[in-house]
């Protein structure tokens, strides 16, 4: 009598695992995409909080909020302990955050940009958005 042997052969697990590595590649691929457009899109929605207490701190005192220098952590705790009152976190974000713009024409620009890319998100006095290098 032939005894059975039950079991997967060599190249079987071989090709399985090819498989699961092949899958694995495209599935960080992908992931890594979709990551930066949430990071992207949640810098947006910064941009659109700031925007709202823009507004409110403009009818409070007649005047548009402005941070000094270009964008850094320095301007983004600026925009948090002016506007949110320190109660807004933004610096645990990929992004750093500045207010520039001319008192004279009450106009603004709110920028956020990509600690690690060039990547500029900004948005105006009047709400347009505009993305650079993203």
Excluded: P, W
Excluded at 16 to 40: D, K, N, T, Y
Excluded at 42 to 58: D, F, G
Excluded at 85 to 110: A, Q
Aim: aromatic fraction near 10%; glycine fraction near 8%.
């Amino acid at each position: 009598m032939k005894r059975k042997i039950k079991g997967f052969s060599l190249m079987e697990l071989m090709i399985v695992v090819l498989l699961i590595g092949i899958l694995s590649a495209v599935g960080i691929i992908f992931f890594g995409q979709h990551a930066e457009q949430a990071r992207i899109e949640a810098a947006k929605a910064s941009t659109s909080s700031i925007y709202l207490v823009q507004q409110e701190y403009m009818s409070n005192n007649g005047s548009y909020y402005y941070t000094s220098g270009g964008c850094s952590s320095t301007t983004t705790g600026q925009i948090i302990s002016e506007l949110f009152d320190g109660s807004k976190d933004l610096s645990e974000k990929d992004f750093y955050y500045c207010i520039s713009g001319n008192s004279n024409s009450n106009t603004f620009k709110i920028t956020a940009k990509n600690k690690t890319t060039n990547c500029q998100i900004m948005r105006d006095e009047k709400n347009n958005v505009t993305e650079s290098n993203c």
